[in-house]
């Protein structure tokens, strides 16, 4: 059943008719963004490398692993999740691509020609916040404020949501007590961690809340990155194949991977985990491997976010940021 909507967020309703006009808040739920269409792979790809041209092998690469996978859920597992929360709150809430349509500008701009004037920006990257408050703060008009949630991978609803999903796994394996899980995340080229971005501190510490949550239900718990470019460069490790090789060394049979990283299924989860590492654990020996499920649009996860979300339309925590051009 919906909760009910904090009254002082509800829309009012327009005299002589029953339609609710639009409140004065507005929720932006931005993701990296993916094509639904294998064709629009070229331009998606030049997006993500800044404009330049990809080349004609990366193309036919990651089209080759999207049309493996049938394509990423990604954009309407992020709208299903939008809606969920639009619910809970009685506010509107969009979701809206940082590289890919639904673009942060298109997105803000409607919500901003709808009525509203204060944007909290709640990225679906715990752990990248910045980036993504960055990114739609650039596209916001002069006027409107710009609300940045802080880091949210430490919100118990979703360190709750990751617990669940992992011990699923788990309960697929013989011997959990003497299994191994890894806890993954996409990778960054290191030069971008030399300047400073705290992601990989986010994650870790978000690793480790998870991992305590876990306990003694499996033998141990390390983390690993995945997913690293295909452009070549130093990349944050391990990677998943150096980190199974050491698990295994270390008589490891059974292996579960938890890509908590990733809050959704997309490419990086039903390619990168269920094809090519599945080939990793393989080729390693492992008696078993097995992947925990990403969230989608579990209701824990909207526990999460709407605890998040209500904080800051509250003005509880973050920033508020008059923004505009």
């Known amino acids: 059943m919906a909760r009910p909507a904090h009254a002082s967020l509800r829309g009012a309703r327009d005299p002589g008719s029953d339609r609710v006009t639009a409140p004065a808040d ?48 990604l954009r309407r597992t992020s709208e299903a999740v939008a809606r969920a929360l639009e619910e809970r709150l009685g506010v509107p809430v969009r979701a809206a691509g940082r590289l890919w349509h639904p673009y942060l500008g298109d997105v803000a701009r409607e919500l901003v020609a709808a009525g509203a004037r204060r ?14 408050h960055a990114a739609l703060g650039a596209e916001l008009p002069a006027g409107v404020e710009l609300v940045p949630v802080p880091p949210w991978g430490l919100e118990p609803a979703l360190l709750d949501a990751f617990v669940a999903s992992i011990e699923a796994a788990l309960a697929t394996l013989a011997a959990p007590a003497q299994a191994a899980l890894l806890l993954t995340a996409h990778s960054l080229p290191e030069r971008v961690l030399a300047a400073g971005d705290p992601y990989e501190r986010d994650f870790r510490a978000m690793a480790g809340a998870v991992g305590a949550r876990v306990g003694a239900r499996v033998g141990r718990v390390e983390v690993a990155f995945q997913s690293q470019g295909l452009g070549g460069g130093a990349w944050l490790g391990p990677d998943l194949r150096a980190a199974f090789a050491r698990l295994r060394a270390a008589g490891i049979e059974e292996l579960a991977v938890a890509p908590i990283g990733f809050l959704a299924e997309h490419v990086e989860t039903l390619y990168d985990l269920d094809v090519e590492a599945a080939g990793f654990a393989r080729e390693a020996g492992f008696v078993r491997y097995v992947r925990a499920r990403a969230l989608d649009a579990d209701g824990r996860l909207v526990d999460a976010l709407e605890a998040v979300a209500r904080r800051a339309l509250a003005g509880s925590n973050g920033q508020r940021l008059p923004v505009g051009r």
């Open 26 to 73: 507005a929720v932006v739920l931005a993701y990296h963004g993916t094509v639904e269409r294998s064709e629009d792979l070229p331009a998606f790809l030049r997006n993500i490398r800044r404009g330049a041209e990809p080349p004609p092998a990366l193309v036919a690469e990651v089209r080759a692993r999207y049309e493996r996978v049938g394509g990423s859920p």
């Open 119 to 132: 944007l909290v920006s709640l990225p679906l990257a715990p752990q990248s916040v910045h980036v993504y």
